[in-house]
C-alpha cells in the first residue's frame, strides 16, 4: 500500500466505526448489493484513480486462484470467495468470442471462502469449503467459483455450484454444508455441455435462496439459514441459466424473479410457488432481474430473441404478450431487441442502463422505454454488471479499466481507471469506497477527501 | 374394444413412441451402439428430432460416436440435415470439435453441394479430409480456387497439392497497394451488429486483420480499397479509411473505426 493510501486508510477507519454502528447503507449483501440493485449508497464515491499507480487506492490483497465472483461487504469485513486450481497454468480467457468448449481442469482444486478487512484489506480468516477435483468443467471465460456470496451479517453463505452450499458465521466457523447435486449448467444445444454455475445465492428472511438452472431436473429452493434445512423447492422447466434470482418486496407480496430461457417467472418468496411466467426469452439466459420505478426489468440477450421487458410488480398468470403487441396490463413496455448478454441491467434515477458484451451502453426511460442514447464505451469487452453511486454510473471492463459514466438521459464519460487487470467480476460498494475485483487482486478505492 | 379402452390404446401407442425416439436421441448422443440397434429395432424414428431439429446422427456425430455414425448412416440416416436453431449443418460442429474420422464418414455419404463446405474442410488441413471431400464430388471452378489459393496462404502443401490436382488455377497476382494508404485503413474498427471488435493494422506491406481473442489474418488486396481472405471466405472493402463492410456467407456487416492505430 502506498503512503497515501496508509494514511487515508487511518482517517477511513475512524468515520467508518462511527458508521456502522448507526447504518448498514454501508453493508453490500450479495451479488450486486442490496436487492441486487448495483446502487451504492455512498455520496463521495471516487471519480478518478489509477490502481496501477497507487492512486486513489486504498488497499489491494492478492486474491489466489481463479473466480469471476462479486466481493461482498458487511460491516468492516469484506467476503469473497475463490476456486484454487493446483494447475498454476489454468487462467480465464477474455475478449469477445463464441466458443461453445469448455475447460476440463481435473486437477484437483481449493474452493475458498475468505474474510478480508474492509479498512486495511488484511485476510481475517480462509476456510477451504471444499477440496478434491471439479465435478463438472467451466466456460472458458468462467470459473469454479462464479456465484457471489451472501451474507445478513449473521450468516456468510458461499455457493459452489456441484462443490455445495456452505453457511459459515461472520468469523469462519462454519455453520453448516449441503451437497446440491451436480449443476451441469452448459450449453442448451448439447446436453453434455458444461459451464457451470454462475447463480449466486440471495437471502431473503430466515432462508437463502438458490437457482439450480441446470441441464435436467432444474429447480429453485430456499433453505433454513439456521441449518440448511430444505424449507422449499420448486421443480423449473428450464435448461441451464445462468443469473441471480431477484427478491423483489410488492404491496402484497414479496415474490422472487427468475430469469429463464423458457420463461421469466416469478415465485412467492415466502413458498416457492409459481407466481407468473413470461416468454419468449433468449435460449441462453444469465443477466439477474433489476427492480426500480415499481417495475421489474428482465432482459436477455442471445440472439435471435433478445427482449428487454418491463413488467408491473405484482402481476400474476401467463403475462407473454399477444402476438404483435408491446405491452398490456402487466408489462408496461417491451422490447423484443436490444436486450444484453451478460452484464445486467442497472435502473438509477429515472433510466434503465443497459450494457452489452461490446461496450454499447443504452440508456432508457425506465417508465416508457424511450431511448435516450446509446454510445459505445472504448474497452473491448464487459462482463461485469455495471454499477452507480454519486449520481455516476460504474462500468468494468475486461480491459481492466472502470469507465465512470453520468448518469442521466445525455452521455458524458467522466472518466477512464486503470485497475491493471482484466476485471469480470461485478464491483461492490460500501458507502465511498469502491471494492474491485481484478483477475489476481482486491482493490480497494476511494477519493481523498471523501465523505467519511 | 370400447371407445375409451380404444383412445388408452392409442395414447399408450403415443407415449410408447415417444419413449423411444427419447431414447434414441439420448443412446446416440451418449454412444451407446447396442441400445441405438435396439431402438431402432423397436420402430423408432431414424430422423426423429430434438426440440432444436437434431436428428440421432446430428448428435451422435458433434459428440463424435463414430460407432453410432457409421450405424446409423448405414441405416439410411441423412446426413445434410441442419438444425432449426442455428441452421448449421452437423459437419459444421463435427469440423469445429475436430471429430475428423466422423466427418469423413459424413462427407462420404453427403449429397449438398460440395462448395458449401470444401473451404471449411480445406481449413483443418487435414489432407484426408479434404481427398474424401473430392472424392464425393467435384466443387465449383471458383470454389476450388479460392480454396487453393487459401491453402497456399496458410502452407497447407498436401492440401494445396490435392487442390491443385483436382483443377485448381494459380491465383491472380496480388494488387499492390501502397504502404501509406494501407497505414491509413489501421484502427480497431466495431459495429453494431456483431459483437465482435476487428483490429487492422499494417504489417510488412500486407495489411492484416485481428477479431478479438483470434488470430490475425491476412487480407489479400483486389483493389485499393477491395480486400479479401479467401480461406473464411471473407471480402472486405473499405468505403474510407474510417469505417469497411465486411461480407461473409450471404451477410454483410458494417465496422466503424473506434479507435485509431
Given at each position: ?50 490502481a496501477?499507480?497507487g ?10 486462484g ?12 469484506v ?37 478480508l ?35 445478513n ?6 455457493y ?12 469462519g ?47 429453485i429452493?430456499a433453505?433454513d ?11 423449473r ?6 443469473g ?9 407480496r ?6 429463464g ?10 413458498t ?9 426469452n ?28 418491463a ?35 442497472i ?22 422505454g ?9 474497452g473491448?469487452?464487459f ?14 471492463s ?13 452521455y ?41 | ?6 383412445l ?11 419413449d ?17 440397434q435396439?431402438l ?35 441405416k ?22 475436430k ?44 470454389a476450388?480456387?479460392k ?18 490436382k ?20 489501421a ?11 476487428i ?19 491476412a ?9 479479401e ?33
Amino acid at each position: 500500500m502506498n503512503r497515501h493510501g496508509r494514511a487515508f486508510w487511518r482517517w477511513l477507519a475512524l468515520g467508518t466505526m462511527a458508521a456502522v454502528s448507526l447504518a448498514t447503507a454501508a453493508d453490500w449483501p450479495q451479488f450486486r448489493g442490496p436487492s441486487a440493485s448495483g446502487v451504492g449508497s455512498g455520496t463521495k464515491p471516487p471519480i478518478r484513480w489509477d490502481a496501477t499507480k497507487g492512486i486513489n487506492l486504498v488497499w489491494k490483497a492478492d486474491i489466489p486462484g481463479l473466480s469471476i465472483s462479486s466481493p461482498i461487504v458487511w460491516g468492516d469485513r469484506v467476503y469473497v470467495t475463490t476456486a484454487i486450481s493446483s494447475d498454476t497454468a489454468q487462467k480465464l480467457r477474455t475478449g469477445l468470442y463464441g466458443d461453445t468448449d469448455s475447460v476440463d481442469d481435473r486437477s484437483p482444486h481449493q474452493w475458498k471462502v475468505m474474510a478480508l478487512d474492509k479498512l486495511t484489506g488484511k485476510l481475517l480468516w480462509q476456510q477451504i469449503a471444499h477440496a478434491g477435483v471439479p465435478k463438472t468443467k467451466r466456460h472458458p471465460k468462467s470459473s469454479q467459483a462464479s456465484p457471489s456470496p451472501a451474507t445478513n451479517g449473521s450468516v456468510v453463505i458461499a455457493y459452489f455450484g456441484s462443490e455445495g452450499l456452505y453457511a459459515y458465521s461472520p468469523d469462519g466457523k462454519l455453520l453448516w454444508q449441503k451437497d446440491l447435486g451436480i449443476q451441469n449448467a452448459g450449453w442448451f444445444f448439447d446436453p453434455d455441455s458444461e459451464w457451470g454455475a454462475a447463480s449466486s445465492p440471495v437471502i431473503y428472511k430466515n432462508s437463502v435462496i438458490v437457482l439450480c438452472d441446470r441441464q435436467k431436473d432444474s429447480f429453485i429452493a430456499a433453505f433454513d439459514l439456521k441449518d440448511g434445512k430444505e424449507l422449499w423447492r420448486t421443480a423449473r422447466a428450464e435448461v441451464s441459466t445462468w443469473g441471480t434470482p431477484t427478491v423483489v418486496e410488492g404491496k402484497d407480496r414479496t415474490e422472487v424473479v427468475t430469469n429463464g430461457s423458457k420463461a421469466i417467472r416469478g415465485y412467492d418468496a415466502d413458498t416457492g410457488k409459481e407466481l407468473w411466467t413470461l416468454g419468449p426469452n433468449s435460449e441462453i439466459a444469465c443477466t439477474t432481474p433489476v427492480a426500480g420505478q415499481s417495475l421489474i426489468f428482465v432482459t436477455a440477450g442471445y440472439p435471435p430473441v433478445q427482449p428487454i421487458y418491463a413488467i408491473r410488480i405484482g402481476s400474476t398468470g401467463n403475462l407473454t404478450l399477444q402476438a404483435g403487441k408491446e405491452s398490456s396490463d402487466a408489462i408496461a413496455w417491451s422490447k423484443p431487441r436490444g436486450g444484453v448478454y451478460l452484464p445486467s441491467p442497472i435502473v438509477y434515477g429515472d433510466q434503465l442502463y443497459t450494457l452489452g458484451n461490446n461496450g454499447i451502453l443504452t440508456a432508457y426511460d425506465a417508465k416508457t422505454g424511450n431511448r435516450l442514447y446509446q454510445q459505445r464505451i472504448e474497452g473491448d469487452s464487459f462482463v461485469a454488471s455495471p454499477v452507480a453511486a454519486g449520481g455516476n454510473l460504474y462500468l468494468a471492463s475486461e480491459d481492466g479499466d472502470v469507465f465512470v459514466v453520468k448518469a442521466g438521459p445525455q452521455y458524458e464519460l467522466v472518466a477512464k481507471n486503470p485497475v491493471g487487470e482484466p476485471v469480470l467480476a461485478t464491483p461492490a460498494w460500501a458507502d465511498d469506497l469502491l471494492i474491485v475485483r481484478g483477475a489476481k487482486h482486491l482493490f480497494a478505492i476511494a477519493e481523498r477527501g471523501g465523505s467519511k | 374394444m370400447n371407445r375409451i379402452g380404444i383412445l388408452i390404446f392409442v395414447a399408450s401407442l403415443g407415449f410408447g413412441a415417444g419413449d423411444v425416439n427419447e431414447d434414441l436421441l439420448e443412446a446416440s448422443r451418449v454412444g451407446d451402439l447396442s441400445a441405438v440397434q435396439a431402438l431402432i429395432g423397436k420402430g423408432a424414428a431414424l430422423e426423429t428430432k430434438t426440440a432444436y431439429g437434431q436428428t440421432p446422427l446430428y448428435l451422435a456425430a458433434m459428440n463424435g460416436r463414430e460407432e453410432v455414425v457409421r450405424f446409423l448412416l448405414d441405416k439410411g440416416a441423412n446426413p445434410d440435415v441442419r438444425d432449426s436453431f442455428y441452421h448449421a449443418s452437423m459437419l459444421d460442429f463435427v469440423l469445429m470439435r475436430k471429430h475428423y474420422g466422423v466427418a469423413k464418414m459424413l462427407i462420404r455419404k453427403r449429397t449438398a453441394n460440395p462448395d458449401r463446405i470444401l473451404a471449411s474442410v480445406a481449413a483443418t488441413g487435414d489432407a484426408d479430409l479434404v481427398g474424401a471431400l473430392l472424392e464425393a464430388g467435384k466443387p465449383s471452378q471458383p470454389a476450388l480456387d479460392k480454396t487453393y489459393e487459401a491453402a497456399l496462404g496458410e502452407k497447407q502443401t498436401e492440401v494445396a497439392a490435392l487442390l491443385k490436382k483436382a483443377g485448381a488455377h494459380e491465383p491472380a497476382p496480388a494488387f499492390v497497394v501502397d504502404a501509406k494508404t494501407l497505414e491509413a485503413y489501421a484502427g480497431t474498427y466495431k459495429s453494431d451488429k456483431i459483437p465482435l471488435d476487428i483490429k487492422v493494422f499494417s504489417k510488412e506491406g500486407k495489411l492484416y486483420m485481428q477479431a478479438t481473442g483470434q488470430p490475425e489474418f491476412a487480407l489479400k488486396p483486389k483493389s485499393a480499397t477491395q480486400f479479401e481472405f479467401a480461406q473464411a471466405q471473407v471480402e472486405v472493402e473499405f468505403d474510407s479509411s474510417a469505417s469497411f463492410t465486411l461480407k461473409q456467407g450471404g451477410a454483410s456487416y458494417g465496422f466503424k473505426k473506434a479507435v485509431t492505430q
